[in-house]
């Protein structure tokens, strides 16, 4: 089964406008992180933003929020107020705790938001 | 500047020539890893270590060696090159190997091996 899955290949979003990238996760473990990368065209890996399965709270960072619902095991990015430098393959991740002693991050196979004018 | 740095950024080379990735952090970061990434097969780590001396496979460490002589390197090696290690190389690293701990990338290594 999947570790981590994105259910959109493309999205398409009007510049200012705000923009939900879906994901879920499965795991075993109860100690995990999840995290959210965006790689413009240039291709570098840049993180974005961090949720710990303990943290109670939404993880928030500038225009980026996660909304993390642990019962569904779900942990969606919502990009505020869209701009055109947005546009760009966004990754959710998994790095697990216990189990997995690679300490690998676990990548979805990424969204391609297109941010348009 | 906090960062992971990866040279060279574009390298083509021919099959059998042995090469070097090199990777280094400036954050005092335990743990490193090195991941490739292909179309349609995403993000696959090669190899990982927890430390110093520590260097342990990932899910496709064929035709990879690394080491780590010192906390801030981790040099990928290629001994044999081979056209399906055609790929886009990053090499990333974190505090430790916690869950919580985010990993940082470097900038991304296109090679191209004919």
Redesign the interface.
Known sequence: AQKITQTQPGMFVQEKEAVTLDCTYDTSDQSYGLFWYKQPSSGEMIFLIYQGSYDEQNATEGRYSLNFQKARKSANLVISASQLGDSAMYFCAMREGVYTGRRALTFGSGTRLQVQP | EAQVTQNPRYLITVTGKKLTVTCSQNMNHE?M?W?RQDPGL??R?IY?S?NVEVT?K??VPEGYKVSRKEKRNFPLILESPSPNQTS?Y?C?SSLT?????????G??T?LTVL
């Open positions: 743990y890893s991941y995403g993000l780590q990982y927890m342990d990932g899910d886009l990053f990333a190997s916690g869950s919580a701990d985010t990993q940082y990338f900038p991304g296109r």
